[in-house]
């Protein structure tokens, strides 16, 4: 083995940054959010977006989305029982 090579385990102990794209009321929304938010929405997006249209597009959702989250949170919306199921997963990983 040659020393000058990262083995596998040390390369998994030095995971890579994400990129900040974004920071909404303290909560950071980065490039791994979008692509999660790209493969999570793929089917719904317009298919005449271009890629750099495509990632406006994926960031404003993603800031729109924690302000919801952020707002019904301040509003005690997670403490209601009329508050659908996937609002409560949502809330869980804010």
């Known amino acids: 083995m040659h020393a000058g090579l990262a083995t596998p385990a040390i390369l998994a102990a030095f995971p890579a940054t994400a990129k900040i794209l974004a920071t909404v009321n303290g909560k950071q929304i980065t490039d791994d959010d979008l692509k999660i938010a790209a493969d999570d929405l793929r089917g719904s997006l317009p ?48």
């Open 47 to 94: 298919p005449q977006l271009d890629d750099k249209s495509r990632e406006g597009y994926l960031l404003d959702y993603l800031i729109n989305s924690e302000l919801v989250a952020q707002k019904a949170l301040s509003e005690k919306a997670d403490q209601t029982r009329n508050l659908p199921r996937s609002s409560r997963i949502i809330r869980k990983s804010c």
